[in-house]
């Protein structure tokens, strides 16, 4: 059972001195509609590109002339975008599941050790 792996683990965790603390908060469950059945969200790793060096000469470009806006009233919605850009999630996803083609380097035998024990390690 679920909540009975929650509790060991947890009590694992603070026998071991991993755990900080316990905050009490409220939160939404989400159940199946067919079945009435908890919907476990399941994590997992995401991979993110950083868009920020990206869009400062996007930006520059528009506003040094380089690049222009047309019609000229979408250049503040295009400035407002590229000002709060956020970090583009490459690693949606999605039910058909594209593989992102990623590899790990490690800088010593003990990185390498570590990455194969975490599940970082590649297959052949």
Known sequence: DRFEARERIWQDMSD???????EEY?????????????????LSEQ???????LADPA????????????????????NNWLDNIQDWC????????????AWYV??????ADSGYKNGHAGKD
């Open 26 to 42: 409220e939160t939404r469950v989400p159940k199946s509609q067919r079945g009435g059945e908890v919907i476990e969200p399941m």
């Open 47 to 53: 991979w993110f590109v950083e868009m920020k060096p």
């Open 106 to 111: 490690y800088n010593s035998k003990e990185e």
């Open 59 to 78: 930006l520059k470009a528009v506003k040094d002339g380089e690049i222009q806006i047309v019609p000229q009233r979408f250049e503040k919605v295009y």
């Open 16 to 22: 071991s001195g991993m755990a900080i603390r316990t």
């Open 90 to 101: 490459i690693s949606r996803q999605l039910w058909w599941g594209h593989r992102i083609p």
